[in-house]
Structures are given as structure tokens and as C-alpha cells.
């Protein structure tokens, strides 16, 4: 299963469902714990919890059924005792700048997404149907990703 085709065409079509079921059920991972932590709503915090077993057993599936090739990297912490994941963009051994650099890229990520209303692929979702405010959003989040990368790149060389 070596064929670009193959896993061109895989992507493509798990991309697909997976955009027709977000647009269907509203799934947004930041829109559900911001209604959970204000308002004790919890229809959104459903699908991050589903999201989130969903992954763990699928996960375990494909590593169960030889699919996935290095399955003793999951979860990473365990196997690695809280050192960066090589092929990170973090290029440091210094845990404190790899933690760091992380939670300021969460916490980034997090608060700009509150302030547009969701999380990127539900920005992603109201981009297609033509909100205006979620197209600058993903044209921000695309110019600022190479740049992010570059700045935790010099950070992790210090």
C-alpha cells in the first residue's frame, strides 16, 4: 500500500466525509468546552468526548490489526517520559522551552478561536457556506503557520 494514488484518493474521500459530518452535526472541539465551561451546555462537549474515544479506539483498532507501524510511540509521554516527539517542530532537549513553546501555541490557537466563534475546522465549515469573518480566519491561520513554525524553530535553538 505503497501507492500515492492510493492514499491520495484515501485522503481525499476520509477529508470529504469527514467535512460532510462536521458540517452536519456542528462539531467544534473549542465551541464545546467554551458552552460547557459558561454555560454547563453540554450538546458540543458530546462530540469532543466522542472525538476523543472515537481516536483511542481507532487508534488501537488499526494498531491491533497491523495497520499503524510504530504503535509502542502511543502514547508518547509513557514511552518517551515527557520528551519532545522527534519529528517536532520543537527542535530542543530542553523540556521547559518544548512546554512552553507548546502551551503559548495552545493558548494562541485557543483564543483566537474563541474570538471567531469556533475552532479551525468549524471555521473551515463556515468558510465553505460563505461566512466572510471564517475566511480571514483560515487566511490568517495559513499566512501565520509557517511563521509560528519559524519562530518555535529559533526558539528550540537556544
Same mark, same amino acid.
Given at each position: 500500500?505503497e501507492?500515492?494514488?492510493?492514499?491520495?484518493?484515501?485522503?481525499?474521500?476520509v477529508?470529504?466525509i469527514?467535512?460532510?459530518l462536521?458540517q452536519k452535526?456542528g462539531f467544534?472541539? !473549542? /465551541? #464545546?468546552?467554551?458552552? &460547557?465551561i459558561l454555560f454547563?451546555?453540554t450538546?458540543? $462537549?458530546?462530540g469532543v468526548?466522542? @472525538?476523543? !474515544? /472515537? #481516536?483511542?479506539?481507532g &487508534?488501537?483498532?488499526?494498531a491491533?490489526?497491523g495497520? $499503524?507501524?510504530?504503535?509502542?510511540? @502511543?502514547?508518547?509521554t509513557?514511552?518517551?517520559?515527557?520528551?519532545t516527539i522527534?519529528?517536532?517542530?520543537v527542535?530542543?532537549?530542553?523540556?521547559?522551552?518544548?512546554?512552553?513553546?507548546?502551551i503559548?501555541g495552545?493558548?494562541?490557537?485557543?483564543?483566537?478561536?474563541?474570538?471567531?466563534?469556533?475552532?479551525?475546522?468549524r471555521?473551515a465549515?463556515?468558510?465553505s457556506?460563505?461566512?466572510?469573518?471564517s475566511?480571514?480566519?483560515l487566511?490568517?491561520?495559513?499566512l501565520?503557520?509557517p511563521i509560528a513554525v519559524y519562530?518555535f524553530?529559533?526558539i528550540?535553538t537556544?
Open positions: 500500500m501507492s500515492v494514488w492510493f492514499w491520495s484518493l484515501t485522503t481525499l474521500v477529508g470529504l469527514v467535512g460532510y462536521a452535526s467544534c472541539s !473549542i /465551541g #464545546g468546552w467554551r458552552d &460547557f454547563r451546555d450538546h458540543l $462537549i458530546k468526548v466522542g @472525538f476523543i !474515544i /472515537g #481516536g483511542v479506539v &487508534f488501537s483498532l488499526l491491533l490489526l495497520a $499503524i507501524y510504530y504503535p509502542s510511540q @502511543f502514547p508518547w509513557y514511552f518517551n517520559g515527557l520528551k522527534s519529528g517536532s517542530l527542535k530542543t532537549n530542553n523540556l521547559t522551552t518544548a512546554w512552553i513553546t507548546a503559548i495552545g493558548i494562541g490557537v485557543g483564543f483566537f478561536s474563541v474570538l471567531s466563534g469556533g475552532c479551525p475546522l471555521n465549515v463556515m468558510a457556506e460563505g461566512n466572510k469573518s475566511i480571514w480566519y487566511i490568517g491561520f495559513a501565520m503557520a519562530v524553530y529559533l528550540g537556544i
